[in-house]
Every structure is written in structure tokens, then in C-alpha cells.
């Protein structure tokens, strides 16, 4: 093997020195995406991703048998589950409407017993009564969607869970109970601001709000206790920070809030006592913001979260809670690799963890407490080893004005030196960001021959409020600078053969694709966009219609003046591009939808270079089935292997 990656190293020569790239493997959906614990331990709940829906499947823990399953039609998707007690589970429900690649949630709530009995909608959209002359209704008939707030683990009856209304873009929230045996709701709370999300106490009480109108501007209320008037306790437009609440101290005189905007660091969690309003940061690291939240064992009583600096490490408000010795024992059992507890019995004896790294997709294993002992349950792909997997490695440099960028390489394993190589910029733009996990895209362009870059360019989440703001109107200017300077770092470090880098991606990814050929010309062997937008003064006018807030956060973002918007959009700029492109897009796509990619593969034909073009008119913001996802990677692997000399699909 060694002799091959060094053979590799000097010169990246003939198909025959690879295997053809069997798609199967990267697009083959995972046997299990989650897996949670009964309260008792008696069973798992695990959601099973089948061929256009995923179910939600109850095994016996003793014996792993299966008792009872939740299938819905096709295209409806189990994307949530919490149990309630330990013979009934609540299932919070997305669908594929072609919108996205990606089914969506539609607020509806299921209930289900654990043996597959009683299964039936409690609240949403669907409701029905129980008809006419009926007098008993508990179901109220209203056009909702719901998510669980709190599944009060004292109360084996009722959640909290808040609804909005639908048929509105701003809508007020409410908190309510849900009886989770008869789908009947109680209000317990109503929002004092728009589209506000809740956070109840230790007992079930609803005590702050989150939300914002149609100015974008975050608002955090609090109450004393239920019947008492909320007050206002942050509002972002006086201090420029935003304050996400995290639920209560185990006595509930503490409320643990997430700060964002204070100081050019990442996001602090603050202690906040309502009665002397007197805030103690317990965690702030100086490398990234609060990754995931670790809760107090069988709570929702936060005692610290988990940083990714490159790679995850977990990090506590104080080193001596249980749950530190916890995670410290796991983290010594499993070296190099991320950890997450999905749940754990109501005794807290036994926890389900998953066990993931930039290799491998996830294991799972059954801790006991009491033994001490780790057992395998499953892994979320069998077909996948982890051993022979590109490896995922963190890197970071200094951009041309001194700011730290950071991103992933992914490469074959053996390999060094100049490789030919894809730059793969992440989608959103703003608050996602490239993690170090298994990413199939990254994971398939490496079978294939290619080092793989992912930059987090300013205006990325994970490393503070100051650098999100960093690409606030900076589309085709700095943040496109970040993945300029990303290419050249590589080139300059030996990672990547300057006459061999493409840039691809999917939605802005998309756009920084072909904003990166037309900007730098001479630096890129081909460009290849899906799903993109291309022309921002057409972004912008269906964001505004859509709604008045998304609107305002893109004139807030985007930029609003028309000449500048147009000057930072590729379509404009077709002539500027002097490389082959790919271009990829479905009819049904919504958030970019397909006259951008139209209107740019025609510019670029007027402007005499070479395009490629795949359209499904069933897709949405990404594709969706199986043959179009095996047509669309199988042209995306033929495409770059003509430019950069990679192997194709099988």
C-alpha cells in the first residue's frame, strides 16, 4: 500500500492506479440514523431510513426483538422521537414536498406504544375530528405545527410542546400541554413576541422566550411563574448580543443562557439570576463557540457543551459533576473519535452513545454505569470500515488581512505530497459551517483521487458572532477571498498540484464556484455548481416576496444596492470564466430555483465557454431519488476526471 501511495505521489498517472468509484457506498442511505433508550431500559426506539420514508422501529433491548413499528406513506419521514414514559413515543414528522433534497418538517406530532399500538396524529395540519354530533372532541381541529418543548419526565401523561400557526409568516407562538393518550391541549403560554421558541423549568413551567419580528431582531423574555406577566431581559437592538436560553439550575434559580455579540470571541454561557439579575459566564473557550449542550443525566439541566476545534472536546462548568467523569471515561475508550449521548434510562445506569469521526459515519454502544462495561449495538453504516476511509484532518491559516480561517482535508489514506484536488466551499452561507464528521460528498471525491477542501470562510458559524458578521454583504468579496487565499495556502504547503484544482459546490457553494472561476481565472481547472443562485438582484426580489423578514435579513446580509449586488453575481460575468463548467439544478427547487442555473449556463454558452448541464424537473435543492443521484455524481465524477484526471463512477 505504502508503495502505491508513494508511486501516487509522484505522479498522479492512469485510471489504473485507482478503482473506479463505486457510488453505492456513498449514496446508500445509513441503516440507523438514531437510536434512544427507554426510560426503564426495556427498549430502543430507532428511526430506519427506507427507500422514500424512514420509519420509526421498537426493538426489546433483551434480545433485540422487534415490538412494534411507525410507517407512514411515501416520501413521510420520522424525524424526531422522544419517549414520554416507557410504553408510548412521541414522533415528530418531515416530508419531501420537492422543495429540498431534504424532507421537511411539517409539525406534526404522532404518538405511538411501544408495541406499535394506538398510533395516531395529536396535533397538526391533518387533524381530524371525530365527526359531526360527536361529543367528545379532545383533538382540536386547527392548522398547527407543534414541537416539543419539554417531555416533563415526571409526568407519564402530558408534554410541552409549542405550536405555531400556520397561514402566517410571523406568527405569535403558544406553549401548550399535550396529552399525549388523547391529543387534548392546554395553553400554558402565550409568546410576547413573534415566531418565539420557549424553555421551560425543572417542573414543567414555562419560563422564557426567544424570538423576533419581521426585523430580525432577537428578544428574550422572562416570567417569574405561569400567570405572571413576561419581561423583557435582552433585547439585541440596545446591546448587540443575542442571548439563547439553555434551560434552568437543578433549584431553578439559575437560567443558563448562550451569549453571542459580547467581545470579538466565540458565544460564553452565562449563569443569569433573575433576582439580582447578576450574569456569571461558566464556559467560554476561546477557540470556537458551544458546539452541543451536556445535560445533567436524565435533565435538562445543562452542566457544560461540547467545543469543536477541529475536532470535538468536551468541556465542563465544573470538573467534578459526574457527567465530566463520564465523558472523560468514554473519551478514553474511544481515542480520536466524537462522542454523543442520545439518552439514558430514568435511573441513569445505562446511557446510548454514539461514537463518530471524520472516517465513520457512527457506532452505537450501550453503556452501563454500574458495570462499567460498553457494548456494541449497532453501527449507522455496516458497509463502511472506518480503517480504509479517507481521512479527515483540521487545518487552518491566516487569510490576507490576518483573520483565521479553518477547514477539513480529506484524503486517501497514504498519500502526501501535490495531489489534484477539489475545493468544496459549504452552502448557507451564513451560521453553517463544515464539521468534522463523515461527509459522503468529501468521502466520494477522495475515492476518487481527489484531496478535498473545506474552508470555513468568514460569515461561517462556530467561531463567534464577530466572525458570522465578517460576511455580512461580502458575497464575491472577502469571504470569496477566503477560499481564494484557502487554494493558494494549499498550493504554497504542498497539498494541491497548482495545475489541477476545481471548485465545486452545492447552493452558495454553487455560487462561490462560479464566482471563484470568474474572479480568479488562472487559478481553477473547472468550475462545477449545484443547485446554486447566480444572479443576487433575482435572489433578493423572491426573498422579499416570500416574507417580509426574510427580506430584511437579506438587505441586512446580502447588501440591498442594486449596482453592487449585481456586480458580485457570476451570471454577470460569464466572459471573466475561462475554464469548462458543470452545472447541475432541479425544477422544483424553491430556494434557487432553476432560471438561475438556466440563465448562467446561457451566459456562459455566449460567452463561449465550455458547460455541462443535468436537469430533473422533479428535484428540488438537491436530488432526491436514487437514479438521479447515480446520474448526477456519476456526471460529476466524468466531468472532473476529463479536467483533473480522477477516476470515474462504475
Same mark, same amino acid.
Given at each position: 500500500m505504502m508503495k502505491l501511495g508513494m508511486a501516487l505521489v509522484l505522479s498522479f498517472c492512469s485510471a489504473s492506479s485507482w478503482a473506479a468509484v463505486d457510488l453505492g457506498q456513498f449514496i446508500r442511505k445509513d441503516d440507523f440514523n438514531d437510536i434512544?433508550?427507554?426510560?426503564?431500559?426495556?427498549?430502543? $426506539?430507532?428511526?430506519?431510513? +427506507?427507500? %422514500?420514508?424512514?420509519? @420509526?422501529?421498537?426493538?426489546?433491548?433483551?434480545? /433485540?426483538?422487534?415490538? =412494534?413499528?411507525?410507517?407512514?406513506?411515501?416520501?413521510?419521514?420520522?424525524?424526531?422521537?422522544?419517549?414520554?414514559?416507557?410504553?408510548?413515543?412521541?414522533?415528530?414528522? $418531515?416530508?419531501?414536498?420537492? +422543495?429540498? %433534497?431534504?424532507?421537511? @418538517?411539517?409539525?406534526?406530532?404522532?404518538?405511538? /406504544?411501544?408495541?406499535? =399500538?394506538?398510533?395516531?396524529?395529536?396535533?397538526?395540519?391533518?387533524?381530524?375530528?371525530?365527526?359531526?354530533?360527536?361529543?367528545?372532541?379532545?383533538?382540536?381541529?386547527?392548522s398547527v405545527a407543534a414541537f416539543l418543548v419539554d417531555g416533563l419526565p415526571a409526568d407519564d401523561r402530558n408534554v410541552v410542546v409549542s405550536t405555531w400557526p400556520l397561514g402566517t409568516m410571523e406568527p405569535f407562538t403558544r406553549a401548550e400541554r399535550l396529552d399525549v393518550k388523547s391529543g387534548r391541549r392546554v395553553v400554558a403560554a402565550t409568546a410576547p413576541v413573534r415566531n418565539a421558541s420557549f424553555v421551560t423549568d425543572n417542573t414543567g413551567e414555562v419560563r422564557l422566550a426567544l424570538?423576533?419580528?419581521t426585523d430580525n431582531i432577537s428578544k428574550l423574555y422572562y416570567r417569574d411563574a405561569a400567570g405572571t406577566d413576561w419581561r423583557l431581559i435582552n433585547d439585541q437592538m440596545a446591546n448587540g448580543r443575542i442571548e439563547v436560553p439553555l434551560g434552568f439550575s437543578v433549584d431553578n434559580t439559575l437560567a443558563y443562557l448562550q451569549v453571542r455579540g459580547e467581545g470579538k470571541g466565540p458565544d460564553s454561557i452565562v449563569a443569569w439570576n433573575p433576582s439580582t439579575n447578576a450574569r456569571t459566564t461558566?464556559?467560554?473557550?476561546?477557540?470556537?463557540?458551544?458546539?452541543?449542550?451536556?445535560?445533567?443525566?436524565?435533565?435538562?439541566?445543562?452542566?457544560?457543551?461540547q467545543i469543536m476545534d477541529g475536532r470535538h472536546r468536551s468541556v465542563f462548568f465544573d470538573d467534578g459533576v459526574p457527567e465530566a467523569r463520564l465523558f472523560r471515561s468514554l473519551e478514553a475508550a474511544f481515542p480520536g473519535?466524537?462522542?454523543?449521548?442520545?439518552?439514558?434510562?430514568?435511573?441513569?445506569?445505562?446511557?446510548?452513545?454514539?461514537?463518530?469521526?471524520?472516517?465513520?459515519?457512527?457506532?452505537?454502544?450501550?453503556?452501563?454505569?454500574?458495570?462499567?462495561?460498553?457494548?456494541?449495538v449497532v453501527a449507522s453504516g455496516s458497509w463502511i470500515d472506518p480503517d480504509a476511509a479517507a481521512v479527515v484532518e483540521p487545518f487552518s491559516f491566516a487569510a490576507r488581512d490576518g483573520l483565521k480561517i479553518h477547514g477539513y482535508l480529506t484524503k486517501s489514506r497514504g498519500v502526501t505530497g501535490q495531489r489534484p484536488m477539489v475545493l468544496m466551499p459549504h452552502g448557507g452561507p451564513y451560521g453553517i459551517f463544515d464539521a468534522w464528521r463523515y461527509d459522503r460528498d468529501a468521502q466520494m471525491l477522495a475515492a476518487a483521487g481527489y484531496t478535498v477542501m473545506q474552508v470555513n470562510y468568514r460569515g461561517s458559524g462556530n467561531?463567534?458572532?464577530?466572525?458570522?458578521r465578517a460576511g455580512a454583504q461580502q458575497w464575491g468579496g472577502t469571504m470569496q477571498d477566503d477560499l481564494t487565499d484557502a487554494t493558494r495556502w494549499a498550493i504554497r504547503e504542498g497539498l494541491a498540484d497548482?495545475?489541477?484544482?476545481?471548485?465545486?459546490?452545492?447552493?452558495?457553494?454553487?455560487?462561490?464556484?462560479?464566482?471563484?472561476?470568474?474572479?480568479?481565472?488562472?487559478?481553477?481547472?473547472?468550475?462545477?455548481?449545484?443547485?446554486?443562485?447566480?444572479?443576487?438582484?433575482?435572489?433578493q426580489r423572491a426573498d422579499a416576496r416570500t416574507a417580509r423578514s426574510l427580506g430584511n435579513w437579506s438587505k441586512d446580509w446580502v447588501g440591498e444596492d442594486q449596482a453592487a449586488l449585481a456586480a458580485a453575481s457570476p451570471n454577470r460575468f460569464a466572459d471573466r470564466i475561462k475554464v469548462p463548467v458543470f452545472l447541475a439544478a432541479g425544477g422544483e427547487d424553491e430556494i434557487a430555483p432553476i432560471e438561475h442555473t438556466r440563465m448562467m449556463e446561457a451566459a456562459l454558452k455566449r460567452a463561449g465557454v465550455p458547460v455541462e448541464s443535468l436537469?430533473?424537473?422533479?428535484?428540488?435543492?438537491?436530488?432526491?431519488?436514487?437514479?438521479?443521484?447515480?446520474?448526477?455524481?456519476?456526471?460529476?465524477?466524468?466531468?472532473?476526471?476529463?479536467?483533473?484526471?480522477?477516476?470515474?463512477?462504475?
Open positions: 434512544k433508550l427507554s426510560p426503564s431500559g426495556k427498549y430502543y $426506539a430507532a428511526t430506519v431510513p +427506507l427507500e %422514500d420514508k424512514t420509519a @420509526l422501529v421498537i426493538f426489546t433491548r433483551e434480545g /433485540n426483538k422487534k415490538a =412494534g413499528a411507525f410507517v407512514l406513506q411515501r416520501n413521510m419521514h420520522v424525524n424526531s422521537f422522544d419517549w414520554v414514559n416507557d410504553e408510548r413515543v412521541l414522533i415528530g414528522i $418531515a416530508e419531501k414536498f420537492g +422543495l429540498l %433534497d431534504e424532507p421537511r @418538517l411539517t409539525g406534526e406530532l404522532y404518538a405511538m /406504544n411501544a408495541d406499535g =399500538g394506538e398510533a395516531e396524529l395529536l396535533v397538526g395540519f391533518r387533524v381530524q375530528g371525530n365527526g359531526p354530533g360527536t361529543r367528545i372532541q379532545p383533538k382540536k381541529v386547527e424570538g423576533s419580528g461558566v464556559l467560554h473557550d476561546q477557540a470556537a463557540d458551544p458546539w452541543s449542550i451536556i445535560y445533567r443525566t436524565g435533565t435538562r439541566v445543562p452542566v457544560g457543551a473519535q466524537s462522542l454523543r449521548i442520545t439518552s439514558s434510562t430514568k435511573d441513569g445506569l445505562l446511557s446510548m452513545v454514539r461514537v463518530w469521526s471524520g472516517s465513520n459515519p457512527g457506532d452505537f454502544y450501550l453503556y452501563d454505569s454500574a458495570a462499567k462495561k460498553l457494548s456494541f467561531y463567534g458572532w464577530e466572525f458570522r497548482a495545475t489541477r484544482i476545481c471548485i465545486y459546490g452545492a447552493s452558495y457553494g454553487a455560487y462561490a464556484a462560479l464566482m471563484g472561476a470568474a474572479k480568479e481565472p488562472s487559478l481553477y481547472r473547472c468550475a462545477a455548481g449545484y443547485v446554486g443562485v447566480y444572479d443576487l438582484p433575482m435572489m436537469y430533473f424537473s422533479t428535484e428540488g435543492h438537491g436530488f432526491y431519488t436514487e437514479p438521479h443521484q447515480r446520474e448526477y455524481y456519476g456526471r460529476l465524477l466524468g466531468f472532473l476526471s476529463q479536467h483533473l484526471g480522477g477516476e470515474k463512477a462504475k
